[in-house]
T-cell receptor
């Protein structure tokens, strides 16, 4: 079974721009979560989508948004980029839930904001 | 809010040494507990998990026991290998209040020398 895939793997943007990251979950997985990983803040939960609806949300500003399509693929958008948004963005998928089901992580998208 | 505290690294060991990485947590509800491992340039992989008190998760020689009375989930391995060199994350998912927000520790880097 193919793992979680994320595209692109690397991105360089400038302040004020916006960016869209894509995640394809493992086939059959309906829950997709997004995380931001930085040296300063560690790994932080952004949000989770299930059946095309945002089901759980972390403590990030509204510049961070996402969506999920009917095939469970998900996109994450960051608008008005700031230098502090430079990070590794990880996507994870699971069968149904965040509690009992195992999350499978993708390799991440490395975003650099200049 | 919920939090996970794990020992700061790096932890440097010789091959075949005994490993302990401490992890303690605070949670509002009754969380599920996880250990993830991240190898260089890769996303996180679930190493083991435990969903209720006194459960022992184990995988690849690693084990951790859910200790509710001490709110701890320490990771241990009897004999480490060079290939175990990676960053280890302790995490919890707490479903109190109807929201499921995964919370991660800052990660502990393990370096194993031959």
């Amino acid at each position: 079974k193919a793992g979680v895939t994320q595209t692109p793997r690397y991105l360089i943007k400038t302040r004020g721009q916006q960016v869209t990251l894509s995640c394809s979950p493992i086939s059959g997985h309906r829950s997709v979560s997004w995380y931001q990983q930085t040296p300063g803040q560690g790994l932080q939960f952004l949000f989770e989508y299930f059946s095309e609806t945002q089901r759980n949300k972390g403590n990030f500003p509204g510049r961070f948004s996402g969506r999920q399509f009917s095939n469970s693929r998900s996109e994450m958008n960051v608008s008005t980029l700031e230098l502090g948004d430079s990070a590794l963005y990880l996507c994870a998928s699971s069968l149904e839930t965040l509690m009992g089901d195992t999350q499978y992580f993708g390799p991440g998208t490395r975003l650099t904001v200049l | 809010g919920d939090s996970v505290t794990q020992m700061e690294g790096p932890v440097t060991l010789s091959e075949e040494a005994f490993l302990t990485i401490n992890c303690t947590y605070t949670a509002t509800g009754y969380p599920s507990l996880f250990w993830y491992v991240q190898y260089p340039g890769e996303g996180l992989q679930l190493l083991l998990k435990a969903t209720k008190a006194d459960d022992k998760g184990s995988n690849k020689g690693f084990e951790a026991t859910y200790r509710k009375e001490t709110t701890s989930f320490h990771l241990e391995k009897g004999s480490v290998q060079v290939s175990d060199s990676a960053v280890y994350f302790c995490a919890l998912t707490d479903g109190s209040g109807g929201s499921y927000i995964p919370t991660f520790g800052r990660g502990t880097s393990l370096i194993v020398h031959p």
